[in-house]
Structures are given as structure tokens and as C-alpha cells.
């Protein structure tokens, strides 16, 4: 009879697991099987095995790593199962005592390979923890909670890993007054360095250095398409943003399109990254040496197609029978042309395995393995691990590269101009009723000479969402606001004493020294024209 039991054990206290280990032993239940914080044991005679375990130096599907398991069986132990690197074994009581370092200098440098890994993991948290929550705030224009919520876990799981290097810490020192141990580690120190990454730690730091390229490389090619296709219509690309806040295309006002071009504009965000994808693929050479080109046309053959299939495929069929993010491109097509969305659909999965297709007779998956040492890896494990990249990518763009030029419900629309704004009121307010709290796709622009114009949003509850100041200003972002009343306030500032008061108004007062002295020529303007245009567009 079989028991699945869930427990938790940090990896730097190994013999708190296998103590565990050969305690169920002797109660009779052995060990037969193991998951991450998961183990099957099976009723059997007490004590009748002894149980180890090892963090491996590479994954536990690494050439090396099976030949030192094949040398461990060879000594008349049993491989039970790895987990992410760690090898489990067990011996036979009755064959003698069972042990997988032989003195303490081995078990020394063990410990140090455990700390290079709990070392590397942990500042892969932290370096995380800031750039990536960082890159959040930024595009997000501010740092909100999903900033904070993330910072706050990487940087938990840094603090984990911190304790884990102290206790390894502890156990080296229990053992350096062993002369043997000193000369053992005096000569793992002459080979390498308490920093220095193993095999499976390079495979992720390449994997992830490799996504974020790769990923903003098919964000510039999905605002290509789009603006590509604007420019074939004779329209004015306003601005063309990758790494701001929000990745999007701004077309000068007024623009235009026949139906049929609106629709290609929309679809011209996957149709430029397929078609470069598609030739890439097409002139691919495995004998290249450089892993870097390898990795990217491998995400490209892989990823790509599931990112395409997930949007021109999934939210069309998701339209009929629930209502799919109206801001996505495949939605404003299917709405634009009328075409209906079994048809988007079909014809994108047949787009798509002729894509794969072209991708598997160039045998690109089988190269890009190899090259990684992991030929063993199945199908399907490859599959869904392309999945779940795909999925990332999808998450990325709902949460920051919504794009507003066109759909969408306007729940705000204003244009309007003054002819001469110091004979004018020179502070506005425009209340928005909305009906419930989401991401809002803004289209903020003003026009004027001589003066400065701020423009903020004010939520409910009476705190500042956003605020911009400028004699010119152009934006286009995606910004959270609350359900209820919110607040368009517009003041004009004339001179240098009216922009450091509302600096002051919104408790900015410390910078008032920085931004004056960048904005001060604006106050010069000795022209005629006066006249200032406010436009807002909230979908």
C-alpha cells in the first residue's frame, strides 16, 4: 500500500531530509518515488534501506550527471528519482553503511557547491526584485502595487536564500579546524570561485536574459507592423515607443484608412513578426556556432506561433461565448471587418502550421537541445514549457502594452480650443463618471506657446492619479482609475511663480529648483499667438 506525503525542506539542510528519510525506513514505509514536496512511500520491512541524497553539479539530464548516477548504482545503490537537480538514492541496510561523501573534505566542498547555488539564486532575487519592479513602474508610469507586491517577493525569497548561505556558513565552519578539509578547500578555491555558475545555473540566467531581449524585440516588430502599414495610408507617425511606459504607435490627428486598411493596421502588429520570423526560420544554419543565434531563432520558431494561436485564435473563439478584451487588436479586426471569428480563427491556425511545419523540417527544437545538453527532454515537456513562455508574453501585453489607436468604448472624449488664453479662466475642471474600476487607454495632447500646461487626474478619493506638465504635451499610456467621479484638472501656468506654487500644491516643492530652471525658456516667448488646444480621449 502507497503514501504521498507533502513536506517542505530547504536544500541547504539535506540532513534534516534524510534523517526524515531513514526515520519513515525504520518505520517501514519506503521511499519509491519523489516530486517537488512530494514523496511516495510504499509499506515495506523496517530499516531496510538507507536513504541519500545529492545536489548534482549539473541538471539531473546532463551527460555528467547520468554517468555519476550509473557510477552510483554501480556500488549497489538505487536510484530512486531527481528533482530539479537533486539525485535520490537508497541502499540496502544489510550491504553495510551507505554513504555518498567519504570524508570530510568532500562533504566541505559539497557545501560549497550548495552555497554557489544558494548564493546565485539569491541574487538572481534580488536583481530581480529591482529591475524587474522597476521596469514596471516605469512603463506603468509610478509604483503601484503589482510593483511593490513583486519587489516584495523576490526580495522574500532573497532573505530565504540568505538565512540558507548562513546555516551553510555555520556547517563550513564546524568544519575548517579538519586539515584535511583545509587543503581540500584551498585547492576548490584554486579552481574556482564561490560566484562562479554551474551549468544549470547559466541555463537559466541565458534563458532569462534571452526572453527579455527577445520579447522586446517582437514588441518593436508588433508596433512596426502597425506603423508600417499607417505610413503606407500617408498618415504621421506621431510617436513610436518600445521601452516607455506604454509600447504603442501615435498617429497624428487627423488620420485616415479605408476599411480594408484599418484592418490591416490592426493586424500588422503579428503579420510583421511572422513574416520575420518566417525568413529567419527559412535561412536558418545549424552550423553556426554562436549560441545566441540558436536561442533566439529557437524562441521564434517555438514561442512565437503559441503567442499567435493564444490571440488571433483563442480570443476569437473566447468572443463567443464571453466578451474578450475590447483594446486587443484581433478584437477592433474582427470588429472593423465583420469577418467572423471561426474564420479568424481557421485561418490563423492554418497560418500557423505552415509556419511550424517550416520550423520542424529545419529541425531547429532538435538543435537548439542538443546545444543545451539536454537531448533527452521530451516533446511534450518542451511543448508545454514554449507554452508557458507564450503565456508570459500574453500576460505581459494585458497588463502593459494595451494600445489605443483605435476601438474600444470612449467613456471620455474632449477637444476644444481658446483663442487667447490670458483672457481666459486658467483653471479647469472636468469631472468623468466611470463605471467601474480598470485599465483606462489614454490619448493626451496640448498645444500652446508661452505658458506651461498641467494636466492631472484626480481619483474619488481625492488623490492625485497622474500629472503631467509641459508647453507641449503628447502621450499615450494606459492608466489605472477607480469607479465614480474622477477629476480632469487643467491649469496654465504663466511664469516661474505660478509653476513653483503648484509644485508646491501637489507636494513636489523640493523640485521646484530642478524643473524651473529646465523650463524657463518657455516663459520667454515674446509671439503673438496664445491660443492653447486641450485633447483627451479615454477608452
Known sequence: MSKIIYKFFAGWDYEKEENWLNMMSAKGKQLISVGICRYEFEDGEPNKYTYRYELLKNPSDHPESLEYIRFVEETGAEHIGSVEGWAYFRKETSAGEFNLFSDPSSIASYNMRMLRMVLGVGATQVILAFVLSALIAWIMGGWFFVSTFLAAIFLGFAVLCAFGAFRIKMKLSRLKNDFGVQAGMADFYGQTSVFTFGAGAKRVVVSIIGMLVWLYLYIFLHEAGHALVA?????????????????????????????????????????????????????????????????????????????????????????????????????????????????????????????????????????????????????????????????????????????????????????????????????????????????????????????????????????????????????????????????????????????????????????????????????????????????????
Request: proline share 5%; aromatic share 16%; with cysteine.
Open 231 to 539: 505610413i503606407m495610408y500617408g498618415n504621421t507617425i506621431e510617436s513610436f515607443v518600445v521601452f516607455g511606459r506604454w509600447p504603442h504607435v501615435s498617429l497624428g490627428l487627423p488620420y485616415y484608412f479605408t476599411d480594408f486598411g484599418l484592418g490591416l493596421f490592426l493586424a500588422g502588429g503579428v503579420i510583421l513578426p511572422m513574416l520575420c520570423g518566417a525568413v529567419a526560420i527559412a535561412f536558418y544554419r545549424p552550423g553556426v556556432r554562436h549560441f545566441w543565434y540558436h536561442e533566439f531563432i529557437y524562441r521564434t520558431a517555438d514561442i512565437l506561433p503559441f503567442i499567435t494561436l493564444i490571440v488571433w485564435a483563442g480570443f476569437p473563439i473566447m468572443s463567443l461565448f464571453a466578451t474578450p478584451p475590447p483594446w486587443e487588436d484581433v478584437t477592433r479586426f474582427i470588429n472593423v471587418t465583420g469577418i467572423h471569428p471561426l474564420v479568424v480563427a481557421a485561418c490563423t491556425v492554418a497560418i500557423v502550421a505552415v509556419y511550424k511545419l517550416l520550423a520542424r523540417k529545419k529541425k531547429i527544437s532538435e538543435k537548439w537541445s542538443e546545444l543545451r545538453g539536454n537531448q533527452k527532454e521530451s516533446r511534450a515537456l518542451n511543448t508545454l514549457g514554449s507554452f508557458g513562455m507564450a503565456a508570459f508574453v500574453i500576460v505581459f501585453g494585458f497588463i502593459f502594452a494595451p494600445s489605443s489607436s483605435f476601438g474600444g468604448d470612449h467613456v471620455f472624449h474632449m477637444n476644444a480650443t481658446w483663442g487667447d488664453i490670458r483672457m481666459e479662466a486658467r483653471h479647469w475642471e472636468f469631472p468623468i463618471e466611470l463605471e467601474e474600476s480598470r485599465m483606462y487607454s489614454v490619448d493626451l495632447r496640448t498645444t500652446g506657446n508661452g505658458f506651461l500646461a498641467a494636466v492631472s487626474f484626480i481619483s474619488p478619493y481625492g488623490s492625485r492619479t497622474f500629472w503631467e506638465v509641459g508647453e507641449n504635451i503628447s502621450h499615450s499610456f494606459g492608466l489605472g482609475l477607480a469607479e465614480g467621479i474622477t477629476t480632469l484638472e487643467v491649469v496654465i501656468l504663466m511664469n516661474e511663480y505660478d509653476f513653483a506654487q503648484f509644485l508646491s500644491d501637489i507636494g513636489e516643492e523640493n523640485r521646484i529648483p530642478e524643473i524651473i530652471a529646465n523650463v524657463r525658456d518657455v516663459f520667454d516667448y515674446s509671439g503673438d499667438d496664445y491660443s492653447f488646444n486641450l485633447f483627451v480621449k479615454i477608452n
